[in-house]
């Protein structure tokens, strides 16, 4: 049985680093496209962004460029979620979710498995 499961979240100060957690059993997370979203309270889910099979990032949220960044344990089948410099409006829930069958999407509906989520405060 596959499960996602995430850690890391807490309260911070604008400013702060982040590092998120997704460790995945029931299957290997090597190879298998990874995507990080969030959902801020009382908005939809929106994707951040992606690490492709071939290990490239892409991103869906254009203020992730250049400060949040994603990386795999394959020793560990974890994937990691690097944040820094937070932002109030980063406060949300994280998510991580993959898709072993199919390719890196924005689309949170095309992925199988999700964690249960983490919750990120930033205050300001």
């Known amino acids: 049985e596959v499960h996602l499961v995430e850690s890391g979240g807490g309260l911070v100060q604008a400013g702060a680093s982040l590092t998120l957690s997704c460790t995945a059993s029931g299957f290997t997370l090597d190879d298998t496209p990874i995507a990080w979203f969030r959902q801020p309270s009382g908005k939809e889910r929106e994707g951040v962004l992606c690490?492709?099979?071939?290990?490239?990032?892409?991103y869906y949220e254009d203020s992730a460029k250049g400060r949040f960044t994603i990386s795999t344990d394959n020793a560990k089948n974890t994937a990691y979620l690097r944040m820094n410099g937070l932002k109030p409006e980063d406060t949300a829930v994280y998510y991580c979710?993959?898709?072993?069958?199919?390719?890196?999407?924005?689309?949170?509906?095309?992925?199988?498995?999700w964690g249960q989520g983490t919750q990120v405060t930033v205050s300001s």
């Open positions: 690490y492709t099979r071939s290990r490239l990032t892409i």
């Open positions: 979710a993959v898709q072993p069958d199919g390719p890196c999407t924005a689309g949170a509906r095309r992925y199988n498995y």
